[in-house]
Nanobody, 124 residues
Framework: QVQLVESGGGLVQAGGSLRLSCVAS????????MGWFRQAPGKEREFVAA?????????YYADSVKGRFTISRDNAKNTVYLQMNSLKSEDTAVYYC????????????????WGQGTQVTVSS
Protein backbone atom coordinates (compact mmCIF):
# COMPACT_ATOMS: atom_id res chain seq x y z
CA GLN A 1 0.00 0.00 0.00
CA VAL A 2 1.38 3.36 -1.05
CA GLN A 3 0.81 6.47 1.04
CA LEU A 4 1.13 9.88 -0.60
CA VAL A 5 1.45 13.20 1.22
CA GLU A 6 1.32 16.49 -0.65
CA SER A 7 2.71 19.80 0.56
CA GLY A 8 3.60 23.22 -0.77
CA GLY A 9 0.19 24.68 -1.41
CA GLY A 10 -0.82 28.14 -0.28
CA LEU A 11 -2.01 31.56 -1.30
CA VAL A 12 -0.17 33.33 -4.10
CA GLN A 13 -0.84 36.33 -6.31
CA ALA A 14 -1.53 35.90 -9.99
CA GLY A 15 1.72 35.64 -11.89
CA GLY A 16 3.49 34.05 -8.95
CA SER A 17 4.94 30.59 -8.47
CA LEU A 18 4.56 27.62 -6.16
CA ARG A 19 6.23 24.24 -5.99
CA LEU A 20 4.19 21.31 -4.80
CA SER A 21 5.81 18.19 -3.41
CA CYS A 22 4.42 14.71 -2.93
CA VAL A 23 6.29 12.21 -0.79
CA ALA A 24 5.52 8.52 -1.17
CA SER A 25 5.97 5.75 1.34
CA UNK A 26 5.03 2.10 1.68
CA UNK A 27 5.86 1.01 -1.83
CA UNK A 28 8.57 0.87 -4.44
CA UNK A 29 8.43 4.44 -5.64
CA UNK A 30 10.49 3.90 -8.76
CA UNK A 31 8.00 1.36 -10.07
CA UNK A 32 5.12 3.85 -10.14
CA UNK A 33 4.09 6.44 -12.65
CA MET A 34 2.97 9.62 -10.91
CA GLY A 35 0.34 12.16 -11.74
CA TRP A 36 -0.96 15.47 -10.49
CA PHE A 37 -4.66 16.27 -10.63
CA ARG A 38 -6.71 19.18 -9.37
CA GLN A 39 -10.27 19.84 -8.34
CA ALA A 40 -11.87 23.25 -8.17
CA PRO A 41 -15.10 23.85 -6.24
CA GLY A 42 -18.08 22.48 -8.11
CA LYS A 43 -15.93 20.86 -10.78
CA GLU A 44 -14.70 17.38 -11.48
CA ARG A 45 -11.15 16.36 -10.68
CA GLU A 46 -9.02 16.95 -13.76
CA PHE A 47 -5.65 15.86 -15.04
CA VAL A 48 -2.76 18.31 -14.70
CA ALA A 49 0.49 16.44 -15.36
CA ALA A 50 2.06 12.98 -15.30
CA UNK A 51 5.49 11.40 -15.43
CA UNK A 52 6.70 7.85 -15.94
CA UNK A 53 8.56 5.75 -13.41
CA UNK A 54 12.01 7.26 -13.87
CA UNK A 55 13.20 10.85 -13.82
CA UNK A 56 13.95 10.94 -17.54
CA UNK A 57 10.54 9.60 -18.50
CA UNK A 58 8.19 11.32 -20.88
CA UNK A 59 6.02 13.93 -19.26
CA TYR A 60 2.45 14.87 -20.09
CA TYR A 61 0.51 18.04 -19.42
CA ALA A 62 -2.97 19.36 -19.71
CA ASP A 63 -3.21 22.04 -22.38
CA SER A 64 -4.24 24.57 -19.74
CA VAL A 65 -0.90 24.29 -17.91
CA LYS A 66 1.50 23.46 -20.73
CA GLY A 67 4.45 25.86 -20.71
CA ARG A 68 3.71 27.03 -17.16
CA PHE A 69 3.89 23.86 -15.04
CA THR A 70 6.69 21.30 -14.84
CA ILE A 71 6.46 17.85 -13.30
CA SER A 72 9.60 16.10 -12.10
CA ARG A 73 10.59 13.34 -9.73
CA ASP A 74 13.48 12.37 -7.50
CA ASN A 75 13.42 8.62 -6.93
CA ALA A 76 16.15 8.85 -4.29
CA LYS A 77 13.78 11.00 -2.21
CA ASN A 78 10.56 9.18 -3.14
CA THR A 79 9.21 12.56 -4.20
CA VAL A 80 7.40 14.01 -7.18
CA TYR A 81 7.21 17.75 -7.73
CA LEU A 82 4.98 20.16 -9.58
CA GLN A 83 6.59 23.51 -10.31
CA MET A 84 3.87 26.01 -11.10
CA ASN A 85 4.79 29.33 -12.68
CA SER A 86 2.74 32.22 -14.06
CA LEU A 87 -0.17 31.18 -11.91
CA LYS A 88 -3.66 32.31 -12.84
CA SER A 89 -6.84 32.60 -10.81
CA GLU A 90 -8.24 29.63 -12.73
CA ASP A 91 -5.46 27.46 -11.27
CA THR A 92 -7.14 27.75 -7.87
CA ALA A 93 -7.99 24.22 -6.73
CA VAL A 94 -7.06 21.39 -4.43
CA TYR A 95 -4.11 19.60 -5.98
CA TYR A 96 -3.72 15.84 -5.59
CA CYS A 97 -0.88 13.54 -6.44
CA UNK A 98 -1.57 10.00 -7.53
CA UNK A 99 0.38 6.84 -8.28
CA UNK A 100 -0.13 3.86 -10.51
CA UNK A 101 1.89 0.81 -11.46
CA UNK A 102 2.62 0.94 -15.15
CA UNK A 103 2.86 3.71 -17.69
CA UNK A 104 1.93 7.31 -17.09
CA UNK A 105 -1.59 8.00 -18.27
CA UNK A 106 -3.99 10.93 -18.19
CA UNK A 107 -7.08 9.19 -16.86
CA UNK A 108 -7.72 9.64 -13.15
CA UNK A 109 -9.54 6.29 -13.05
CA UNK A 110 -6.26 4.54 -13.87
CA UNK A 111 -4.51 5.70 -10.70
CA UNK A 112 -4.54 3.42 -7.70
CA UNK A 113 -3.26 5.61 -4.88
CA TRP A 114 -4.11 9.18 -3.94
CA GLY A 115 -2.94 11.77 -1.49
CA GLN A 116 -5.20 13.98 0.61
CA GLY A 117 -4.55 17.07 -1.47
CA THR A 118 -3.10 20.53 -0.90
CA GLN A 119 -4.97 23.77 -1.49
CA VAL A 120 -3.65 26.27 -4.01
CA THR A 121 -5.33 29.66 -4.10
CA VAL A 122 -4.36 32.27 -6.67
CA SER A 123 -5.58 35.79 -6.03
CA SER A 124 -6.11 38.14 -8.94
Amino acid sequence: QVQLVESGGGLVQAGGSLRLSCVASGGTFNSYAMGWFRQAPGKEREFVAAIGWWSGSNTYYADSVKGRFTISRDNAKNTVYLQMNSLKSEDTAVYYCAARAGAAVLSRQAYDYWGQGTQVTVSS
